[in-house]
């Protein structure tokens, strides 16, 4: 089993900055690829970023390209996203997965049923 530990989300002000962490323990995250998921009100889960274990691959949704970063710390079993120029649009309970495989098609990642592991989430809120 692994336990996924989501913190850093919070009310921020539109233009502003977050850093969500995700904490692996139990069985280790090492050798497989994490990803950052998020579901706003009313709506489905939504792929936002993933990086595999090598961190040679990074993938993001489009629409927070250029304005998320996502970074792994594996020896900590940890990942990061860091959001920037958050609008309320960002506004979701972020999650973060372990993949179930190594996938040599990347776009695999944007597919959460290739996720086993989640964590419980943590709230995002950019007010206007």
């Known amino acids: 089993q692994v336990q996924l530990v989501e913190s850093g989300g919070g009310l921020v002000q539109a233009g502003g900055s977050l850093t969500l962490s995700c904490a692996a323990s139990?069985?280790?995250?090492?050798?497989?690829?994490m990803g950052w998921f998020r579901q706003a009100p009313g709506k489905e889960r939504e792929f936002v970023s993933a990086?595999?274990?090598?961190?040679?691959?990074?993938n993001y949704a489009d629409s927070v390209k250029g304005r998320f970063t996502i970074s792994r710390d594996n020896a900590k079993n940890t990942v990061y996203l860091q959001l920037n120029s958050l609008t309320p649009e960002d506004t979701a309970v972020y999650y973060c997965?372990?993949?179930?495989?190594?996938?040599?098609?990347?776009?695999?990642?944007?597919?959460?049923?290739?996720?086993?592991?989640w964590g419980q989430g943590t709230q995002v809120t950019g007010s206007s």
């Open positions: 997965a372990r993949s179930r495989a190594c996938y040599r098609d990347a776009e695999n990642y944007r597919d959460s049923d290739r996720y086993d592991y």
């Open positions: 139990g069985r280790t995250i090492s050798g497989y690829a």
């Open positions: 990086i595999s274990w090598s961190e040679l691959i990074r």
